[in-house]
């Protein structure tokens, strides 16, 4: 069973770099898309985009021009990175193997 | 992009009751239909894919059924360890999309 495991940094000012990464464990890293997903306080889901072991990406287009994912397969992980955040992009961010495995999530706060 | 709606937004009920939550696309979408329970501080856990594909592990009074357009996820007698958020999301096209989430309480 694929397990996840994922990291980066929880608390950032406005206008920064938001940087997350997900790593793969057990299983195939080269058959699936790997997603990112996140959920504001209180709210539902909202898909961020997916990347496959070539780099392949599909973003969500009401943040297409904020993100961007990359893979290193030597590792068997993907990044994500989502550009000038808001009080807005302050959520918990998971990382997952639609539908089926998901990270444990990770709290990232924008805040001044 | 696909708008998925679900409803209702929270309801409460009690142990041993009947719970069913629907979930509307604004487009057909086949069967390509996943089903999601949230539990406070918790990741989504898939409870059924494909409509009405019961994950392994998952309890039997889980079921969900439709197709198109229209989606049921029924619990068939609610336990407490059944108090919890549950988001449909629709896997035929990117974005994928979830529902606003129904929010099962205590009575």
């Known amino acids: 069973q694929v397990q996840l495991q994922q990291w980066g940094a929880g608390l950032l000012k406005p206008s920064e770099t938001l940087s997350l990464t997900c790593a793969v464990y057990?299983?195939?890293?080269?058959?699936?898309?790997w997603s990112w997903i996140r959920q504001p306080p209180g709210k539902g889901l909202e898909w961020i985009g997916e990347?496959?072991?070539?780099?392949?990406?599909s973003y969500n287009p009401s943040l297409k021009s904020r993100v961007t994912m990359s893979v290193d397969t030597s590792k068997n992980q993907f990044s994500l990175k989502l550009t000038s955040v808001t009080a807005a992009d302050t959520a918990v961010y998971y990382c997952?193997?639609?539908?089926?495995?998901w990270g444990k999530g990770t709290t990232v706060t924008v805040s001044s | 992009d696909i708008q998925m709606t679900q409803s209702p937004s929270s309801l409460s009920a009690s142990v041993g009751d009947r719970v069913t939550i629907t979930c509307r696309a604004s487009?057909?979408?086949?069967?390509?239909l996943n089903w999601y329970q949230q539990k406070p501080g918790k990741a989504p856990k898939l409870l059924i894919d494909?409509?009405?594909n019961l994950q392994d592990g998952v309890p039997s009074r889980f079921s969900g059924s439709g197709s198109g357009t229209d989606f049921t996820l029924t619990i068939s007698s609610l336990q407490p360890e059944d108090f919890a958020s549950y988001y449909c999301?629709?896997?035929?096209?990117?974005?994928?999309?979830f529902g606003q989430g129904t929010n099962v309480e205590v009575k």
């Open positions: 997952a193997k639609m539908p089926y495995v």
């Open positions: 057990v299983g195939s890293f080269r058959d699936h898309y």
């Open positions: 990347i496959n072991h070539s780099g392949s990406t």
């Open positions: 487009q057909t979408i086949g069967t390509y």
């Open positions: 494909a409509a009405s």
């Open positions: 999301q629709q896997g035929y096209s990117v974005p994928w999309t």
